[in-house]
T-cell receptor, first 113, second 114 residues
Framework: KQEVTQIPAALSVPEGENLVLNCSFTDSAIYNLQWFRQDPGKGLTSLLLIQSSQREQTSGRLNASLDKSSGRSTLYIAASQPGDSATYLC????????????FGKGTLLTVNP | GAGVSQSPSNKVTEKGKDVELRCDPISGHTALYWYRQSLGQGLEFLIYFQGNSAPDKSGLPSDRFSAERTGGSVSTLTIQRTQQEDSAVYLC????????????FGPGTRLTVL
């Protein structure tokens, strides 16, 4: 059974810092990995999707990397802003016809002005 | 519509009552998923619909939970005889089209069972 772990559970940084969020998964037989952001009381916003054949994806100040063999992904946020404060969730999709995602419990990020 | 929509946004019910939660996926998306987000449990998969295929119900926690998808579009998640442990945020997602692997989520329905 796939298990996804996110470290740290919470992170507080001053504005302008570069930061890294970590995600690990136990079964390396994945189809893809997706990073989401969730604001309090809201649904999930997709940030980046990395296919299993890819090593990284970039969108603006965000860069996600994937090392499938070691079961790890990182989300790098450059020049953090208070508006980046949210919970960041990592999710993996296994191989096969079922598209379901297995989620980590998230990292609560607070960026202080 | 432009995104996944869900209704109601909030639902408060009494223990033992039945509830229906609705999801309207992104137009043209063939896949639809229901997830549940509970405090301390994180996000859990409930059920998956793909086109006209039989749904994958492997995540439904009990036979009080059921879902249907009519006409390959709108989906309804029904919880019968609600219990307090059913209190959670129920999230719907859809995928398909050009970005077929990416799942897009709705805002969720917050269910509170008193």
């Amino acid at each position: 059974k796939q298990e996804v772990t996110q470290i740290p559970a919470a992170l507080s940084v001053p504005e302008g810092e570069n930061l890294v969020l970590n995600c690990s998964f136990t079964d390396s037989a994945i189809y893809n990995l997706q990073w989401f952001r969730q604001d309090p009381g809201k649904g999930l916003t997709s940030l980046l999707l990395i296919q299993s054949s890819q090593r990284e994806q970039t969108s603006g100040r965000l860069n996600a990397s994937l090392d499938k063999s070691s079961g790890r992904s990182t989300l790098y946020i450059a020049a953090s802003q208070p508006g980046d404060s949210a919970t960041y969730l990592c999710a993996v999709r296994g191989l096969g016809s079922n598209y379901k995602l297995t989620f980590g419990k998230g990292t609560l990020l607070t960026v202080n002005p | 519509g432009a995104g996944v929509s869900q209704s109601p946004s909030n639902k408060v019910t009494e223990k033992g009552k039945d509830v229906e939660l609705r999801c309207d996926p992104i137009s043209g998306h063939t896949a639809l998923y229901w997830y549940r987000q509970s405090l301390g449990q994180g996000l859990e998969f409930l059920i998956y619909f793909q086109g006209n295929s039989a749904p994958d119900k492997s995540g439904l926690p009990s036979d009080r939970f059921s879902a249907e998808r009519t006409g390959g579009s709108v989906s309804t998640l029904t919880i019968q005889r609600t219990q307090q442990e059913d209190s959670a945020v129920y999230l719907c997602a859809s995928s398909g089209g050009l970005a077929r692997d990416e799942q897009f989520f709705g805002p969720g329905t917050r269910l509170t069972v008193l």
